[in-house]
């Protein structure tokens, strides 16, 4: 009768756990640096251009490429970045606002996103790296071609699950003298991918509760 007692309130307490796991655990857009971490960009204008800007949910901070002074490696026209996520995401949507180079066209007008479970080992301030990557015939996650304008969502078509994430922004149609493309905010809609140990006490429970029945 003891051993069953505590069968029965050990498989309670996982069924609890799960329950927290799942029922907290969605973030819908994930908004605030926190989130996104080890940010890295093909290059930064300025020290108040910097990459970060564009996580923290402030439209008023940007990032943009220093393509003007001639540093950006892939050339004045593209702009790279890449970000792990805080942990392992199940990733359905993104949003974004561009930065408008010349305040009358878009900054880029098109945009690839890669989305991984491990880490891409792109160095996107190297123009040969990003090269080989691309060279590679990686498909993208997702992709879009077409005018950029304003705060936009869009979806992925169905969720992807990773934590690893690269980003390529290509501009074919702003030729301002002051062009340097960027972004203005970036987010991603996620719900967090529960860690294998929650999953193996899902496992438990479940068994506890055939042992109750037999």
Do not use: C, K
């Amino acid at each position: 009768m003891s051993t069953d007692r505590y069968t029965q309130n050990f498989a309670a307490a996982a069924a609890v756990a799960i329950v927290t796991v799942a029922g907290s655990a969605h973030a819908d857009f994930l908004t605030g640096t926190s989130y996104y971490t080890s940010a890295v960009a093909s290059s930064e204008f300025s020290p108040s251009y910097v990459i970060n800007n564009i996580f923290d949910n402030d439209m008023a901070t940007q990032w943009a490429i220093a393509s003007y002074a001639g540093t950006n490696p892939q050339g004045r026209d593209v702009g790279w970045f890449s970000f792990t996520l805080d942990q392992s995401y199940s990733i359905d949507a993104l949003r974004l606002a561009p930065r408008f180079a010349t305040n009358t066209v878009d900054g880029f007008n098109t945009a690839n996103m890669w989305i991984g479970t491990s880490s891409f080992g792109v160095d996107v301030t190297s123009a040969s790296s990003t090269s080989s990557f691309l060279a590679s015939n990686t498909p993208a996650t997702w992709s879009r071609t077409g005018m950029f304008d304003g705060l936009q969502t869009f979806t992925l078509g169905a969720p992807v699950t990773g934590r690893y994430v690269l980003v390529q922004l290509i501009n074919t149609v702003d030729n301002g003298t002051f062009r340097n493309l960027g972004l203005r905010e970036f987010a991603l809609s996620a719900t967090v991918v529960p860690a294998p140990g929650a999953i193996a006490m899902l496992g438990l429970a479940g068994l506890a509760s055939r042992r109750r029945r037999a």
